[in-house]
């Protein structure tokens, strides 16, 4: 083979920036729509004269982040204390710190809560270890690259539903009567299930050279042990306005409740990841790339509350972009 067609060996590298898009846990009414995230992917390995190396490979997605929340002003809509009045900041009328629960929500110059639901919240980090082999290349030129390795997964999923209650509207002006007790109370429920899951793979990397550019198709099937956590916490703040005041300043009694269930379970996890990258050589080891991705974990993942199934499937699917060195 000419040079500039022959595969390289000594070290190499390569970063890709990744959207990719995934779906909703299967008990959502809309678990066929997907949502989007960003991460990053980062690839390092040799291969020797004699065709035989290494490759690891580190990535994270970071989301999705989809959910539907609605501000909802409280019954005391506005704290007078936390408004640029010429004293400093969060101090009341006698001089102390306003309390964090007494201040205004940050960004907004009155006091919110923000009921509603997730719809799509998760994380996703994967690590991977292979032996690759270099196999002679074929007659039109093409290059089989076979690898065996160790993958591991972790993956947090976040799901939240919250509401708001009250027993009096919100009036102006903004004193509160002092002959109401007005109840407000918040709801939130929210879990945390978190999946970490180790096993093998087996794969190959194909890739042939055309002019300056080379188009290659990566595919690993892998097999897994997913060791899964589940934590469901129930909080319940409540405030009363009492009927009275201090130097103009209406009392608030604020009560918290919280109830916390564990579980945990294990599950197997199967599955493939599939790429397929064109990249255009800048230079004999430098080049720019971009493709797609899809990964799909057919069963074995848990998403959403403690109640929900624990052995759901997941898909991603999406693009990616980036830059290789030497490979």
Do not use: C
């Not at 920036?17 to 960003?38: A, F, H, I, K, Q």
């Not at 918040?186 to 093998?200: C, K, L, P, V």
């Not at 409540?238 to 009927?243: E, G, L």
């Amino acid at each position: 083979m000419r040079p500039n067609k022959r595969a390289a060996t000594g070290w190499f590298g390569a970063i890709d920036r990744m959207n990719l898009y995934v779906t909703r846990p299967e008990d959502s009414t809309s678990y066929t729509r997907l949502d989007d995230g960003w991460g990053n992917r980062y690839d390092v390995g040799f291969m020797n004269e004699k065709d035989h190396g290494w490759l690891a490979t580190y990535s994270y997605l970071d989301g999705p982040n989809s959910y539907n929340v609605t501000p909802t002003e409280r019954i005391n809509r506005l704290s007078a204390e936390d408004l640029p009045d010429g004293e400093p900041e969060y101090l009341n009328s006698r001089g102390y710190m306003v309390p964090f629960a007494d201040r205004n929500t940050p960004g907004y110059s009155e006091r919110i809560y923000f009921p509603g639901e997730s719809l799509n919240i998760m994380e996703m980090r994967n690590f991977e270890l292979n032996k690759t082999f270099r196999m002679e290349p074929y007659h039109y030129g093409g290059i089989l690259e076979p690898m065996i390795g160790f993958r591991y997964v972790s993956l947090k999923d976040q799901y939240f539903r919250s509401e708001y209650r009250s027993t009096d509207s919100i009036n102006y002006p903004i004193i509160i009567s002092p002959t109401d007790d007005p109840t407000e109370s918040f709801i939130a429920d929210t879990s945390t299930a978190e999946n970490r899951m180790y096993g093998g793979q087996i794969g190959f990397r194909y890739f042939k050279y055309y002019n300056r550019f080379m188009l290659s198709t990566d595919l690993r099937v892998f097999g897994m042990q997913n060791f899964q956590a589940n934590q469901d916490v129930t909080t319940i703040d409540t405030t009363v306005y009492a009927d009275a005041e201090i130097d103009g300043e209406t009392i608030r009694y604020e009560q918290r409740e919280t109830s916390r269930v564990v579980a945990r379970a294990d599950e197997f996890v199967f599955g493939f990841d599939l790429r397929a990258e064109l990249s255009y050589n800048l230079s004999r080891d430098f080049s720019l790339r971009g493709g797609l991705q899809i990964m799909d974990l057919a069963q074995g993942v848990w998403r959403g509350r403690i109640a929900d199934a624990n052995d759901q499937a997941l898909f991603v699917a999406g693009y990616t972009f980036g830059v290789t060195l030497n490979r």
